[in-house]
C-alpha cells in the first residue's frame, strides 16, 4: 500500500502534469517527480509527434551499461503519443512491482495530457460555433470569449492565466460569472457547449 507522503508526491505530481502548457515541461516534471517516487539513475520520455514511430528503438550501449529498465508506452486509440523509459545500475537493484504499478498508474493520466498537448482536434471552427451559440442566449464580454476559447481548447488555468495576463483569482471570477450567466455549475457543464 502507497504511504501518505508518496501518496501525496504521487497526486501532487499529477497536478502539476495537468497544470503544463507545453511538451518539454510535461517531461522535465515528470521526471523530476518520478525521481521521488521511483529513483533510477537515466530515463527519457520519447514523444512522437507524427508517424509511425519504433517503440522499441534503443541505443545500442545501453543494453550492456544499464540493469534494469521500466517502460511505459503511451498511445491515444492505438495511436502512439510517447514513450516513458526509467534505467537503473546493477548496484542500485531491479524496478519493483510495487515502482512498476506506479508507473502504469500514470498511464491514463499521461494520456490525457500528451493528446491534449499532441493532438487538439478540437478545430477553430467547432469553438467559434460553441462561443457564438453561447452568446446569443448571453452577452459574453471579450475577455469571457476569450477565457472560453483557451478553455475549450483545452488549456491548464495557468496556461489561461499566462496568456490572458490575469491572476488564477481573476480568472476564477470570469468562470463564475459564465456559470452563473448559463445557470450551470461546473467547468465540465461548461465544455459541454463544445458537443451540443
Known sequence: ???????????????????????ESVKQELLGSLQKLIPYQYADVQVF??????????????????????ELKICHKDQPLAQVRLYRLRKKGRFTDAERFL??????H????????????????????????????????????????RMFRGDANSCICDALHITEHTLQKHLQNLYRKLHISSRWELVGYLTA
Not at 103 to 108: D, K, N, V
Not at 136 to 149: A, F, N
Open 110 to 149: 499521461l494520456e490525457q495530457i500528451f493528446y491534449r498537448l499532441l493532438c487538439r482536434d478540437t478545430s477553430q471552427e467547432i469553438v467559434d460555433h460553441a462561443i457564438t451559440r453561447i452568446n446569443s442566449q448571453v452577452h459574453l464580454t471579450p475577455r469571457e470569449r476569450e477565457v472560453l476559447e
Open 49 to 70: 509527434y507524427t508517424g509511425d514511430p519504433d517503440l522499441n528503438d534503443r541505443e545500442p550501449y545501453l543494453s550492456e551499461l544499464l540493469f534494469d529498465e521500466l
Open 1 to 23: 500500500m502507497m504511504e501518505i507522503a508518496m501518496f501525496r508526491t504521487y497526486n501532487t505530481m499529477i497536478c502539476s502534469l495537468y497544470e503544463q502548457c507545453d511538451v
Open 103 to 108: 508507473l502504469r498508474s500514470l498511464e491514463p
